[in-house]
């Protein structure tokens, strides 16, 4: 039972525009969410996080939102750049003391020049 | 501040074997957790050490084992390894201050099995 959806796989934006990838949770629990960026053979980056006290936290051109009544989050960022191109991760867990995250399926994010 | 190392990045192992990696998280961060990515699985949860204890595990048969250290340090086994364990394996460390402190991945180890 996947509880960290992202049901686009792929994702191509032009650059210089908005580019919004999507994540859905069904686990209720999950207070406290991620986004990470990876490149083929290198470890998940992190971007940006935000928890469930928020609706939004913005950090230069990313932004994620929250909608905990859906059950939804997105990640915003503009402008796109070429340099964004990479597969995308978001990412869920409980905001206790125990540090394992539910990771969903990935989207990757190609910006064209 | 050096980032989360693993060591080796790549290896080659045949079905049987065991193997060892290593992960060194970033100075003062205490935990220490590790992922299994593949291709058909996704990025899934291995298990999580903390203070040298582990403290919370993924669904993964008892063949794959941990630990760490004093210093934070830590170690992953994968024994008696099969075809299906071939996968990019990833550690990440956090501070373990806050509740909502961030989990920052290492390079990874790229496995396969022969």
């Known amino acids: 039972d996947q509880q960290v959806k992202q049901n686009s796989p792929s994702l191509s934006v032009q650059e210089g525009r908005i580019s919004i990838l999507n994540c859905d949770y069904t686990?209720?629990?999950?207070?406290?969410f991620l986004w990470y960026k990876k490149y083929p053979a290198e470890g998940p980056t992190f971007l940006i996080s935000?928890?469930?006290?928020?609706d939004k936290n913005e950090d230069g051109r990313f932004t994620v939102f929250l909608n905990k009544s859906a059950k939804h989050l997105s990640l915003h960022i503009v402008p796109s750049q070429p340099g964004d191109s990479a597969v995308y991760f978001c990412a869920a867990r409980f905001s206790g003391s125990a540090r394992q995250l539910t990771f969903g399926s990935g989207t990757q994010l190609t910006v064209l020049p | 501040k050096a980032g989360v190392t693993q060591t080796p990045r790549y290896l080659i192992k045949t079905r049987g074997q065991q193997v060892t990696l290593s992960c060194s998280p970033i100075?003062?961060?205490?935990?220490v957790s590790w992922y299994q990515q593949t291709p058909g699985q996704g990025l899934q949860f291995l298990f999580e050490?903390?203070?040298?204890?582990?403290?919370n595990k993924g669904n993964f048969p008892g063949r794959f084992s941990g630990r760490q250290f004093s210093n934070s340090r830590s170690e992953m086994n994968v024994s008696t390894l099969e075809l299906g364990d071939s996968a990019l394996y990833l550690c990440?460390?956090?501070?373990?201050?806050?509740?909502?402190?961030?989990?920052?991945f290492g390079p990874g180890t790229r496995l396969t099995v022969l």
């Open positions: 990440a460390s956090s501070l373990v201050a806050l509740s909502t402190d961030t989990q920052y």
């Open positions: 100075s003062g961060h205490r935990s």
């Open positions: 050490y903390f203070s040298e204890t582990q403290r």
């Open positions: 935000i928890s469930s006290i928020k």
């Open positions: 686990n209720s629990m999950f207070d406290y």
